[in-house]
């Protein structure tokens, strides 16, 4: 069936540092993918999208790898900073006839001061 | 400025009580949707709607209801059937079904 994963639940970057997120999808038939961004009691913000026939794209200080051989979604953030401290989902696009996003568990980035 | 607004930020259940939770939008968009969100976990989809009078069910509508009645608007109703309400619960917006969706910030449900 499809999911979405990530491989890391929590992650500490030093501010300055860059902080990069995977995901992991299952469907090979997938062909759409997002980042959010969500702090804490808010609701998810857009960062960036990413479709099947590409496999980057930058962004103001983020960029989205997809590495459709293996099914990777990574977010790459550069010179992190206190503001980006807050839970990244990836989310995909399903492939049945509704087109519905199927969200990952987060990951929660935590930037050192 | 354009948006998706929820109300009420918080709000309270009482055993056996129906609830209704508001979400407006003023972006023109066509589908709307529901999203449940539990404390740690990601989001799963409640019901969406992807043009006025129409709405399907997602992966948890059990113990929900909705309406589209008109294009702005897309109300859940959290009914007495759901056993489990309290969660944190999104309300979102897209142009279509195949774009990114936008997010309100949300309704924290508890119950009493």
């Known amino acids: 069936g499809e999911s979405v994963g990530l491989h890391l639940p929590t992650l500490s970057v030093q501010e300055g540092d860059n902080s990069i997120i995977n995901c992991a999808y299952s469907?090979?038939?997938?062909?759409?993918f997002i980042w959010y961004k969500q702090e804490s009691g808010k609701g998810p913000q857009f960062i960036i999208d990413?479709?099947?026939?590409?496999d980057k794209r930058q962004g103001q200080r983020v960029t989205v790898l997809l590495n459709k051989t293996v099914k990777h979604l990574s977010l790459q953030i550069a010179a992190t900073q206190p503001g980006d401290s807050a839970v990244y989902f990836c989310?995909?696009?399903?492939?049945?006839?509704?087109?519905?996003?199927?969200f990952g568990s987060g990951t929660r980035l935590l930037v050192r001061p | 400025d354009g948006g998706i607004t929820q109300s009420p930020k918080y709000l309270f259940r009482k055993e056996g009580q129906n609830v209704t939770l508001s979400c407006e939008q003023n972006?023109?968009?066509?589908?709307m949707y529901w999203y449940r969100q539990d404390p740690g976990q990601g989001l799963r989809l409640i019901y969406y709607s992807q043009i006025v009078n129409d709405f399907q069910k997602g992966d948890i509508a059990e113990g929900y209801s909705v309406s589209r009645e008109k294009k702005e608007s897309f109300p859940l109703t959290v009914t007495s059937a759901q056993k489990n309400p309290t969660a944190f619960y999104l309300c979102?917006?897209?142009?279509?079904?195949?774009?990114?969706?936008?997010f309100g910030s949300g309704t924290q449900l508890s119950v009493l």
């Open positions: 972006l023109n968009h066509d589908a």
């Open positions: 990413i479709r099947s026939n590409m």
């Open positions: 989310a995909e696009r399903g492939m049945d006839s509704s087109y519905k996003l199927i």
């Open positions: 469907n090979s038939a997938s062909d759409y």
């Open positions: 979102a917006s897209g142009q279509g079904s195949r774009e990114k969706l936008f």
